[in-house]
């Protein structure tokens, strides 16, 4: 609903508005709509005078009356209604006139039709007349009777099946009988003639029936039942079970290459079938046995490597989640991880190598100060004898971290 409300004065052209804004929600050509009394008016706008004052087209011939709600209506709404309504009631009114129409032909034309549809569509029928002279035509008597002889005859052909199958052996018979007739008399032989051409039409008959059992035979014998499936011997007659698997997707039961992926499954495999038994990584943990803490006693990287006396190159033997190994100094090697630590709490430890030249005891290896972060751990080996000591590259050193994740 618009802000504000209108007062309406019987007789009079001028509407005024409270709280209103009719510059902007209403122009002139435009229409508004209040109830009064229970009656709906559409006002058409004449002008609008302000934010709260319009002149009416006609003077309000409904009570006077304030306070009124009010609902502002475009004037292509309005206007678009009305056309639409013009139109929904000129299909309907030529609805009506071509349906007069097609009943008028339907009941007044002797011949065909065309009936006319209200989307211009058209199509043709007989009329109510033609159709009552063809029905006052037709013998209802003599169809009924018609039906009940096709329907004899039908029955009729079935029960001379039979018969006509015996006749053809009766054809046989009597063609020999007329060969022996034939050295009779003349009414013999003429009789023997008549029998034989009887015998020939009942012989074409027999030949008939013969090439169709034929057919039937020929049909049954290309159905070898070798080929057929024993229901008795459920699929163990297969030709190539390998093949017929394949067909139909099917894996072999037993140790087998068939199954490289189970999708779907929703019952954990148990463990020995070769699962964990429950769906959930600390359900496995527990039915195998494994404390939860597990990833903390886990050795998270390591490396062992060696150092050139000469040119101080670095050799990597083996290594798990270490990404290089860079010298420092003597004694003094950063150790880079391939995959950052979750945190600094690792532990590192390492053993060390001795040169061949140093024979007096060595201390092993200890952490720089400040060295210890996510990605990197700084470790340092040292000798020391009774009378020196110092750093030194050892011909291996070998560093393990646990934790840190």
């Known amino acids: ?19 209103t804004s009719f510059d902007t929600e209403l122009s002139a050509g435009d229409f508004l709509s209040a109830v009064v009394g229970q009656v709906r008016y559409t006002l058409g706008i004449k002008s609008v005078d302000s934010v709260t004052g319009i002149t009416l087209i006609r003077p309000f011939n409904g009570p006077s009356a304030s306070g009124l709600a009010w609902t502002p209506i475009p004037r292509d709404v309005l206007v678009d209604t009305t056309a639409q309504i013009a139109a929904d009631q000129g299909l309907v009114i030529r609805g009506f006139v071509l349906d007069k129409a097609n009943w008028q032909q339907v009941f007044s034309e002797e011949e065909d039709i065309t009936v006319t549809l209200p989307d211009g569509s058209q199509f043709q029928g007989p009329s109510w007349r033609k159709i009552s002279e ?45 060969q022996q007739a034939k050295e009779g008399t003349q009414t013999a032989n003429a009789a023997a003639q008549q029998a034989k051409a009887d015998a020939t039409t009942q012989a074409g008959i ?10 039937e035979a020929d049909r049954a014998a290309a159905s070898n039942p070798d080929n057929s499936l024993l229901k008795v011997n459920n699929l163990s007659d297969v030709n190539n079970t390998a093949t017929a698997r394949g067909n139909i ?11 490289t992926k189970i999708s779907g499954l929703t019952t954990p495999l148990e463990i020995s079938q070769g699962g964990g038994g429950a769906n959930s990584a600390s359900g496995i943990r527990s039915n195998l046995n494994v404390p939860i803490g597990v990833d903390k006693q886990m050795i998270t990287a390591w490396v062992s490597f060696s150092v050139n006396p000469t040119t101080f190159a670095i050799t990597i033997f083996d290594s798990f989640n270490v990404s290089s190994v860079t010298r420092a100094s003597a004694g003094a090697y950063y150790v880079n991880f391939a995959n950052s630590m979750l945190n600094a709490n690792y532990a590192a430890i390492g053993m060390v190598r001795a040169p061949n030249t140093v024979v007096a005891a060595y201390t092993g290896y200890s952490l720089l100060n400040d060295t210890k972060t996510l990605t990197q751990v700084v470790v340092r080996s040292s000798y ?7 750093a030194f590259d050892p011909s291996e050193f070998t560093v ?3 934790g840190g994740k």
């Not at 007062?7 to 709280?19: H, Q, V, W």
């Not at 039906?147 to 099946?161: F, L, M, R």
């Not at 027999?206 to 057919?215: C, F, G, P, V």
């Not at 020391?384 to 110092?390: I, L, R, V």
């Open 1 to 19: 609903m618009p802000a504000g409300t209108i007062a309406l004065t019987n007789n009079s052209s001028a509407a005024t508005g409270t709280g």
């Open 134 to 178: 063809l029905l006052a035509t037709l013998d209802v008597g003599s169809i009924t009777e018609l039906a009940a002889e096709i329907h004899a005859d039908a029955d009729q052909v079935a029960t001379d099946k039979p018969i006509i199958l015996q006749a053809a052996d009766d054809a046989i018979a009597a063609n020999n009988a007329a």
């Open 206 to 215: 027999a030949k008939t029936e013969a090439d169709r059992a034929k057919t």
């Open 249 to 259: 997707s099917a894996a072999k039961s037993g140790a087998n290459s068939d199954i």
């Open 384 to 390: 020391s004898t009774g009378t020196s000591a110092g």
């Open 400 to 402: 393990y971290i646990i």
